[in-house]
């Protein structure tokens, strides 16, 4: 009989395996074995760790989905800033892309890299001796979040990696999709269970890479091609761009097939073309194709400008257009009462989407663009932009098509739609009776920008609509565990939860109020900029429009617009309510910071601080009457850094411009500028 095999040794063997068979299923979509039989491998693995738990191995294969749901997640500096792509819309800026190559280098390239653009998400996987350590998104490009535990559950991004030669860093980037199947497989999902669809497989992965609960992630089957080696220590050197992707394969990681070189540009127009023409057959998006300098030297020689490297260009494809036809003209009421029209398209898939709706904007722009109902219609999808309807096809008409009229009354609440002369957009009238309006108008208020209650989404609010238990956005503050409790779905628990983020959001500061009450125009920056000079609402309402736009940042037409806000006898009432449910309509002193005391500050911030995010950082500066500009100039007052500053901290060197680390920072904020050296009293 044999002897069972040393639980230790079988580990090893059993975790070499599945590493095999999923490198050979996810990355050479060549699986030599069944699924049920993987799953038997990875179960026999499964037991053999449980019971000894001692051989867990952070990269085993079971670790994928291991960590306990993210609160919240943490930056991550890239160690190599993440450039983003220059596009070339045409293959004229194309070709005048490879001439200023030429005319940088002096001779023309000596070969080009081309390579599918993948839409999807640019992330950062970071190794060290091999293995997996951190994932993180682009972000900024500067900095990104840590989304390790994550990307741990994307099937195709190895945990260890493959050969002998290993770098003790190394840093490689890639694009993060979502398969056309998965997607179309997660919003049938999503509609049976009653839940809102993705737009695109963009938007779902962008979703799915962001989860607090890593688990999720793992459900949403996603994938990866890997373009580039970023930061890299120890291990091989390349001489091109072709190199390094081959290296990149045999190390374990999916690279694109389609990845070409091309020797002149004429070779890769020709990979464009054939790419282009390939693009609906691969079972994943494309919007383009990235070609890039090959040799490497070459690429040193070319460097970056501010924003991308000289050495490469996203070729991007023409917008997609098709045509359909206009079912209906339908529409919306939002949170200011403006009356949308939308059309209703017989559904259609266009630029890798299918799409249902799109919006008309206004009555002029369906009469300018003599939209009828029943036409057939062309509709545009341009990348990330949102579908269009660019115009009737006149000569497909039968006659039966109707010209389509702004109706008289509000579907949704039936009270007139007027619309004041010298204004594009037609209102209803219904006030917050309106409930398409109102709901519009609590989504908002209680959204991120605004007065931020958690938990208080379009489902729980239909749920109150539906109960008849608030009619203005007031009623919020007096709902009460009673109203609650017992409605489908409504626990001890999550009534107490609500309640709780409703009573918090009482004591939002002013400026987040002012934002949440939706005053046309009046959106959260020009909300600080009001607050600031006026913590108080009751005197912010009594200002004159004089008084307003003296404000700097303020012009009359935003003045007008708070003046017309104020005097209207409906937001008066709500208002009033408002203060009488015991939400704070003034500013705390300690908010009211000293306002003036950054005035004529202008502050460039890099790296990444301790205590502050980059928006508490620039709220600070702003809230002090500061500003905080992206770049170093001579009108800088000073630069602060942050842990792992850019390029930024040099240009302040070049140009004299004084440094500050965080301490001296939290000083400026409390005292001024004085303590600054040029620029005490009397200072030069
Ligand atoms: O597929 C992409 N979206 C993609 C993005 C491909 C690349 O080769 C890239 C990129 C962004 C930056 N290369 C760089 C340097």
Same mark, same amino acid.
């Given at each position: 009989m044999p002897r069972p095999p040393d639980p230790t040794a079988r580990a090893a063997e059993l975790r070499a395996l599945l590493r095999y068979h999923d490198h050979r299923y996810h +990355?050479?979509?060549?699986?030599?074995?069944s699924d049920a039989r993987y799953d038997a491998l990875k179960r026999e693995l499964i037991d053999l760790e449980a019971a000894h738990?001692?051989?867990? $191995? @952070?990269? =085993?294969?079971?670790?994928?989905?291991?960590?306990? !749901?993210?609160?919240q997640f943490a930056p991550v500096t890239h160690r190599q800033p993440m450039f983003s792509l220059d596009n070339a819309m045409s293959e004229d800026e194309l070709d005048a892309w490879v001439a200023r190559v030429e005319r940088a280098l002096g001779r023309p390239a000596t070969g080009f890299a081309c390579e599918p653009k993948i839409d999807g998400l640019a992330v950062s996987l970071t190794y060290e001796q091999g293995r997996l350590v951190l994932g993180a998104t682009r972000g900024d490009g500067a900095v990104g979040e840590d989304i390790t535990a994550n990307l741990? $559950?994307?099937?195709? %991004?190895?945990?260890a990696l493959l050969g002998d030669?290993? !770098?003790e860093v190394m840093e490689v980037r890639g694009e993060v999709y979502m398969p056309l199947a998965a997607f179309e497989e997660l919003n049938r999902a999503q509609a049976e269970a009653g839940e809102r669809l993705f737009v695109n497989p963009r938007n779902a992965a962008a979703g799915a890479v962001r989860q607090k609960d890593p688990a999720i992630t793992a459900a949403r089957r996603l994938s990866i091609w890997v373009y580039q080696i970023g930061f890299q220590q120890g291990g091989p050197s390349f001489m091109s761009h072709g190199e390094s992707l081959a290296w990149l394969r045999e190390a374990g990681f999916p690279v694109n097939p389609w990845s070409r070189h091309g020797d002149d540009p004429a070779a890769v127009l020709a990979h464009v073309a054939h790419a282009e023409a390939a693009r609906h057959d691969l079972g994943y998006q494309t919007d383009g194709v990235v070609v890039k300098v090959d040799s490497l030297a070459e690429q040193r020689e070319l460097g970056f400008t501010a924003r991308s490297p000289r050495w490469a260009i996203a070729y991007k494809y023409p917008p997609e257009e098709e045509t359909t036809r206009l079912l209906a003209i339908e529409v919306n009421v939002g949170r200011t009462g403006a009356v949308t029209p939308y059309a209703v398209l017989e559904p259609v898939f266009v630029g890798g989407a299918t799409i249902t709706n799109a919006t008309l904007h206004n009555q002029d722009e369906v009469a300018r663009k003599d939209l009828r109902v029943g036409d057939t219609v062309v509709i545009r999808r341009a990348g990330e932009v949102i579908p269009e309807v660019?115009?009737? #096809?006149?000569?497909?008409?039968?006659?039966a098509e109707q010209v389509w009229r702004m109706p008289?009354?509000? @579907?949704?609440?039936g009270s007139p739609i007027a619309r004041k002369p010298g204004e594009a957009v037609a209102r209803c009238t219904?006030?917050?009776?309106?409930p398409s309006r109102l709901r519009e108008y609590l989504a908002h208020f209680a959204g991120r920008g605004g007065?931020? %209650?958690?938990?208080?989404g379009y489902k729980t609010i239909d749920m109150l609509l539906r109960a008849g238990l608030?009619? &203005?956005?007031? &009623?919020l503050f007096s709902l009460t565990k009673e109203h609650l409790?017992?409605?489908?779905?409504?626990?001890e628990v999550s009534v107490g939860n609500l309640l709780a983020a409703i009573d918090a959001?009482?004591?939002? !500061?002013l400026a987040r109020l002012l934002t949440a009450?939706?005053?046309?125009? #009046?959106g959260s920056t020009v909300a600080r900029l009001l607050a600031r000079r006026f913590p108080r609402l009751d005197a912010l309402l009594a200002a004159a429009e004089e008084d307003l736009s003296a %404000?700097?940042?303020?012009?009359p037409e935003i003045a007008r617009s708070v003046r017309a806000w104020a005097e209207d006898p409906d937001n008066r009432r709500l208002v009033a309510k408002l203060e009488s449910a015991g939400v704070r309509l003034s500013d705390h002193p300690e908010e009211? +910071?000293?306002?003036? #005391?950054?005035?004529g500050v202008t502050l460039v911030i890099t790296g990444t601080l301790a205590g502050f995010s980059r928006e508490q950082a620039q709220a600070a500066v702003e809230d002090r009457g500061g500003k905080v500009a992206g770049s170093v100039s001579k009108k800088t007052t000073a630069v602060v850094l942050g842990e =792992? @500053?850019? =390029?930024k901290a040099e240009k302040a060197r070049e140009l004299g411009v004084a440094l500050l680390d965080e301490a001296a920072f939290i000083r400026l904020l409390a005292?001024?500028?004085?303590?600054l050296p040029g620029t005490g009293s009397g200072g030069p």
């Open positions: +990355v050479l979509d060549a699986p030599e074995v738990p001692q051989l867990v $191995t @952070p990269d =085993s294969p079971t670790q994928r989905v291991g960590a306990a !749901p993210a609160t741990r $559950t994307v099937g195709a %991004i190895p945990l030669d290993l !770098p660019v115009g009737p #096809v006149p000569s497909r008409r039968t006659g008289e009354n509000c @579907p949704f609440c219904g006030g917050f009776a309106c007065m931020d %209650i958690e938990g208080l608030i009619a &203005d956005p007031a &009623d409790i017992s409605r489908e779905r409504w626990a959001a009482r004591d939002r !500061p009450l939706g005053i046309p125009l #009046v %404000i700097e940042g303020i012009g009211g +910071v000293d306002r003036a #005391v950054l005035a =792992s @500053p850019g =390029s005292e001024g500028p004085g303590f």
